[in-house]
């Protein structure tokens, strides 16, 4: 079965400080992974997904992420933080199989000024 | 502008009452979603569906109610049967279910029972 936790539940960086967001995963397929950011009282917005082809994985707003399949892991990363940054966001995972996205429990962004 | 909609984005009902959430998308997707959001707990899914006229339950289906007669078009019911249903409830759809499928969302409905 697929599943994917992240690691961490709140982070805070300083602004212009970078920023690490981390997911692990498990798949028995090869997987399909996403990164989605939700700012307070709005909907999902897709950050960036990682399909089987190369593994560092460029997506809006200067983030990024690197798919290591031997640590099992999809960490988000952005080389300076922005105040607009401030958010929450979600590791998804998906398998070859015809079954919906999986959700990680979500990592609360804080930008301090 | 194409997307998803979700109406009303405030909700308040009285316990007891069934009440329904709308959702309609214009991206022409077959594949449509309900998620519910409760603080800490990221995501759980309620029912999909993967075409017209079919669907399936999810993690959390018990006390609510989906129909899907229209591609675009994806309802839900809270019914009073749901022990807990305050939270802030979400729609979205894709493609297709599965791998490389992302899901767009809409902007969410947030429900209140007093």
């Known amino acids: 079965a697929q599943s994917v936790t992240q690691l961490d539940s709140h982070v805070s960086v300083s602004e212009g400080t970078p920023v690490l967001l981390r997911c692990n995963y498990s798949?028995?397929?090869?997987?399909?992974l996403f990164w989605y950011v939700q700012h307070p009282n709005k909907g999902l917005q897709l950050l960036l997904k990682?399909?089987?082809?190369?593994?560092l994985v460029k997506g809006i707003n200067g983030f990024e992420a690197e798919f290591k399949k031997s640590e099992t892991s999809f960490h988000l990363t952005k080389p300076s933080a922005h105040m607009s940054d401030a958010a929450e966001y979600f590791c998804?995972?998906?398998?070859?199989?015809?079954?919906?996205?999986?959700f990680g429990k979500g990592t609360r962004l804080s930008v301090i000024a | 502008d194409g997307g998803i909609t979700q109406s009303p984005k405030y909700l308040f009902r009285k316990e007891g009452q069934n009440v329904t959430l709308s959702c309609e998308q214009n991206?022409?997707?077959?594949?449509m979603y309900w998620y519910r959001q409760d603080p800490g707990q990221g995501l759980r899914l309620i029912y999909y569906?993967?075409?017209?006229?079919?669907?399936q339950k999810g993690d959390i289906a018990e006390g609510y109610s989906v129909s899907r007669e229209k591609k675009e078009s994806f309802p839900l019911t809270v019914t009073s049967a749901q022990k807990n249903p305050t939270a802030f409830y979400l729609c979205?759809?894709?493609?297709?279910?599965?791998?490389?499928?992302?899901?767009?969302f809409g902007p969410g409905t947030r429900l209140t029972v007093l």
């Open positions: 998804v995972v998906s398998d070859s199989r015809n079954t919906p996205l999986v």
């Open positions: 798949s028995s397929y090869s997987p399909s």
């Open positions: 991206l022409n997707h077959d594949a």
């Open positions: 979205a759809s894709s493609m297709g279910t599965g791998a490389y499928n992302e899901q767009f």
């Open positions: 990682y399909t089987s082809a190369a593994t």
């Open positions: 569906s993967q075409i017209v006229n079919d669907f």
